[in-house]
């Protein structure tokens, strides 16, 4: 194992993905967690992340300088590079020149960080500091126009330190730099896999369950469903699965989800759908305002899963959906308080009857969550699915949502997605190469707007809908996708001619900010 200690960078997770990339498990604490717990642990590498403080400033986080003397291998990045020169008797001073965005760089490819890395290659930089001296052994082993010391080692107590972020892919040979670190110089042996991860729940699933009976809300999203894929492998028809139809869904999404899990399926498991489509309809008639609708929801479902909950009995054991970033975010793997309760289940009340919390995916992040999920056989379509919301199709319809709404974007959404897969499968055959408009996340939206229009040599009044495509890294920030003028025709041609009630398509150019992905 390798430890991520944050200082605040916004990066944090970002490093622990990419050195678990090289097949290394790590996992992220705070500065502030005890050296004894850290000794405790063992890690064959420790990696200090970046942060927005200046390390010389009164207050700013650290760390005690016994870390640099365990013996263990350590890196640090940014504000981590720059702390350890101040601890270690270098020095650290604000910069004359300060240095944002893609830098050209040169580095010592004798340099252990920097085995199989391009003499002058390109790198991340963000910083106002600069080391201005460095401490006794280390020397410089990569500069820039405006930075003499962009790295520095000190190869015999083996302490690495990167001005840079190697783990952006703005810098291109930033994941061979970590891949040099964790497997060269801290000697880790890569074995952390999918597949081994997947047994190795498979067994402690078993040992902790034993006889027990386990209950999952079963959402037919990504994690839910390897979830319960990983349970099923393990315990079989010990399981029970509720999945609430809530008739805001993607078309076709419920009969999917029962096709997998359900009695046809290739799960041995307990499996009921509630199909609430028009008890929920019910509650949201005349309801226009978006927050409004995301409680009525949300507080249905938990409705109906006590219910069905009361019906099943005592259950041992509920499981959840909660992984690596949740508990992140949650306190840093301990130093604040630890993921609540139910924390991923819509907020069910306390009063559910079980014994224990099971959350089998809770180290892992949310690409790791999808290979585990093709190792335990789930298909592509539903590995790879899109981010959807919780509300679904609640908040892609503006203003009320009524039976007739849902229809209209569901099948114009179908209709879209279907366009977008075949021409970025005809770009990829033709190129060979995945189409560089393809968006991460693409979806259409029922505007409340109703316009004229003319069909047939006569005139409607109907709605338009808006189609929307973005292209992003983390969902933060993102741009429309510059989808290919001839495709958008072909979906506003299929959409007005295929979906009755629609007469207009739009297609949203919004930016993230100002916009959001989502409409509601």
């Known amino acids: 194992m390798v430890i991520v200690i944050d ?139 405006d930075c003499p010391v962009a790295a520095t080692e000190n190869t015999e107590k083996r302490l690495y330190g990167i001005q840079f972020h190697p783990e952006v892919l703005h810098t291109p040979e930033g994941t061979k730099m970590l891949y040099n670190f964790v497997r060269n110089v801290c000697g880790c042996a890569g074995d952390w896999r999918m597949d081994s991860f997947v047994e190795t729940q498979i067994q402690e699933i078993r040992a902790k369950v034993g006889d027990g009976k386990v209950l999952l809300a079963l959402s037919g999203g990504v994690v839910s469903s390897v979830l319960a894929a990983l349970l099923a492998k393990a315990i079989g028809p ?146 790879y699915r899109q981010p959807f919301p919780g509300p679904g199709l609640g908040i892609r319809i503006i203003g009320e949502v009524t039976g007739e709404k849902v229809r209209i974007v569901q099948d114009a959404d179908y209709i879209y997605r279907e366009e977008v897969d075949k021409a970025a499968a005809a770009y990829k055959a033709e190129h060979g190469v995945e189409a560089p408009w393809m968006p991460n996340q693409y979806f259409a939206a029922l505007t409340n707007m109703r316009s004229v229009g003319v069909m047939g040599d006569e005139r409607t009044y109907d709605y338009a809908v808006a189609v929307r495509a973005v292209r992003t890294i983390d969902f933060m920030t993102a741009e429309a996708a510059d989808i290919p003028f001839e495709v958008l025709q072909v979906v506003m041609n299929r959409i007005i001619k295929e979906v009755r009630g629609v007469n207009r398509v739009f297609y949203d150019l919004t930016s993230k900010p100002p916009g959001t992905i989502e409409f509601e």
Not at 43 to 64: H, M, V, W
Not at 107 to 116: A, G, I, M, R, Y
Not at 241 to 257: A, I, P, T
Not at 293 to 316: H, Q, W
């Open 7 to 145: 200082f605040g960078g916004q990066y944090n997770q970002l490093v622990a993905r990419r050195v678990r990339e090289c097949n290394v498990y790590c996992e992220i604490y705070s500065y502030k967690t005890d050296i004894n717990v850290i000794k405790e642990m063992n890690p064959k590498g420790i990696i200090l992340t970046g942060g927005p403080n200046s390390c010389y400033e009164e207050g700013a986080p650290t760390y005690q300088k016994e870390l640099f003397e365990l013996g263990i291998p350590v890196l640090g990045l940014c504000y981590g590079a720059q702390l350890m020169q101040h601890i270690l008797g270098g020095k650290v001073e604000r910069a004359d020149v300060q240095e944002y965005g893609k830098t050209e760089i040169k580095v010592d490819t004798n340099s252990p960080l920097f085995k199989d890395v391009p003499a002058e290659t390109t790198c991340w930089m963000s910083h106002f500091d600069y080391i201005s001296a460095m401490g006794p052994g280390f020397k410089s082993v990569a500069h820039t126009k």
């Open 238 to 383: 010990q399981l029970t699965c509720v999945f609430v139809d809530h008739g805001l869904m993607r078309k076709n999404e419920g009969d999917e989800v029962e096709g997998i899990f359900g009695p046809e399926g290739n799960f041995d498991i307990n499996f009921i759908r509630v199909n609430a489509q028009e008890r929920y309809y019910a509650k949201l008639a005349g309801v226009t305002d978006p927050e409004t609708k995301r409680k009525i929801i949300g507080e249905e479902f938990i409705r109906i899963f006590e219910e069905e909950s009361k019906k099943i009995g005592s259950v041992d054991f509920l499981a959840q959906g909660t992984i690596y970033p949740d508990v992140v975010e949650s306190g840093l793997g301990g130093e604040s308080a630890v993921i609540k309760s139910h924390h991923n289940v819509g907020g069910l009340p306390d009063y559910v009857d079980f014994k224990e919390i099971v959350e089998p995916l809770r180290n892992l992040f949310k690409d790791e969550v999808r290979k585990a999920g093709l190792e335990l056989g789930l298909p592509e379509f539903l590995v």
